[in-house]
Each structure stands twice: as structure tokens, then as C-alpha cells.
């Protein structure tokens, strides 16, 4: 966890260990809707340098520590159920079927 403002991320939660569990589930929901529910705009997006240019940074990690940093979500005992919050996902941002 080497994102700018940890100081900042670590007073949502009660603990670093919370924090981290946060930042998985919600780098989970990234990933699954291939970061089309990002709470980042255009401009916010982390971007990593290479030698061809700068690139949307791939690591979704780095994703969810940016968006809780910039206080669109929280963090607590009264959100939405994983399982009612994938349903509404799920009729968002469909998924293709695997082609095998």
C-alpha cells in the first residue's frame, strides 16, 4: 500500500487490517465490471509512465485506494449487502459470456 495519502486512507477505518479488507472487495468490484463502476473521473484515473507514454494504470488496488481517497465512498456497517449490491451490478454492467 505505497498510494500518496495512506495517512489519509487510515483514518476511515479503525484499523490497517480493515483498510486493507476494503480496498480488496472493493479492487474485486473493480475488476469484475472491468472498472466500468469507477467513482474516479477521466481526469482522476491513476496512469503509470512507461518508455511508449503514460497508460490507464491496470492495478485495481491502486483503483479503490484513489477512490477512497477521494471520499465518493464509504466504509461501514451500513452499506449495501455484497449480494443485493452484485445483483444491481449485474443488471448494470452485464457480463459476456467466456468464450472457451
Given at each position: 500500500?505505497?498510494?500518496?495519502?495512506?495517512?489519509?486512507?487510515?483514518?476511515?477505518?479503525?484499523?490497517?487490517?480493515?483498510l486493507t479488507v476494503v480496498v480488496a472487495r472493493r479492487a474485486q468490484q473493480l475488476l469484475r465490471y472491468n472498472f466500468s463502476n469507477t467513482v474516479l473521473e477521466p481526469r482522476e484515473r491513476p496512469k503509470m509512465r512507461t518508455i511508449d507514454g503514460?497508460?490507464?494504470?491496470?492495478?485495481?488496488v491502486t483503483?479503490?485506494?484513489r477512490e477512497l481517497r477521494t471520499?465518493?465512498?464509504?466504509?461501514?456497517?451500513?452499506?449495501?449487502?455484497?449480494?443485493r449490491l452484485a445483483r444491481?451490478?449485474?443488471?448494470?454492467?452485464?457480463?459476456?459470456?467466456?468464450?472457451?
Open positions: 500500500m505505497a498510494e500518496p495519502g495512506i495517512d489519509q486512507l487510515l483514518t476511515l477505518t479503525d484499523s490497517k487490517y480493515r503514460e497508460y490507464p494504470d491496470p492495478n485495481p483503483w479503490a485506494m471520499g465518493r465512498l464509504r466504509i461501514g456497517e451500513d452499506l449495501v449487502p455484497e449480494d444491481v451490478m449485474d443488471q448494470l454492467y452485464p457480463q459476456e459470456p467466456v468464450e472457451e
